[in-house]
């Protein structure tokens, strides 16, 4: 596995449990996982952009987003291929050069196409069948964190000691 140029995350499965809570207001809460903000902090010091694309529009992502100092936030998108794309011209790199992490089926077109695919654990079995890998970790707990931690780690085994110095 190579360093890619770009990590593109969903977000519902992935960052979270993919459940979705509403009080009885019409509120509606999501439960992100603290761990997952490392996996974004080594791609920063990696200057590795991180891209979220979500199908769902919520202002709890978007908050979450520009807690984190995402690079890139699409929200509402029923094609993430296509979003993708576009991001790699205007990246001037190419689709090979992109590590995803999805969990549904609204992710597989773009988990084909991309140099580096994964998975959550709890993602259905046809998903896990078609990536390169599947983290241990449930989405939700901690599962992009270790997805950005197992690219890395089949890099020069240099690059933690850098960072933790770099930090």
Do not use: H
């Amino acid at each position: 596995m190579n360093i890619p140029k770009l990590v593109i995350t969903d977000i519902d499965g992935v960052w979270t449990d993919g459940g979705m809570y509403y009080d009885q207001t019409g509120n509606e809460w999501k439960k992100f996982n603290t761990s997952d903000s490392a996996g974004v902090l080594f791609c920063k010091k990696l200057s590795i952009p991180v891209c979220i694309i979500t199908g769902e529009e919520t202002e709890i992502v978007k908050r979450r987003a520009e807690k984190l100092k995402i690079d890139y936030l699409f929200q509402g998108v029923g094609d993430k291929l296509s979003v993708a794309k576009k991001l790699c011209l205007e990246l001037k790199i190419q689709l090979s050069d992109v590590a995803f992490i999805g969990d549904d089926i609204n992710d597989v077109a773009l988990l084909r196409e991309v140099g580096i695919s994964a998975s959550p654990n709890n993602a259905p079995d046809y998903i896990k069948e078609m990536v390169s890998f599947t983290t241990k970790k449930c989405g939700g707990d901690g599962a992009f964190r270790e997805f950005v931690e197992t690219i890395l780690s089949n890099q020069d085994k240099s690059w933690f000691k850098n960072l933790l110095s770099s930090i």
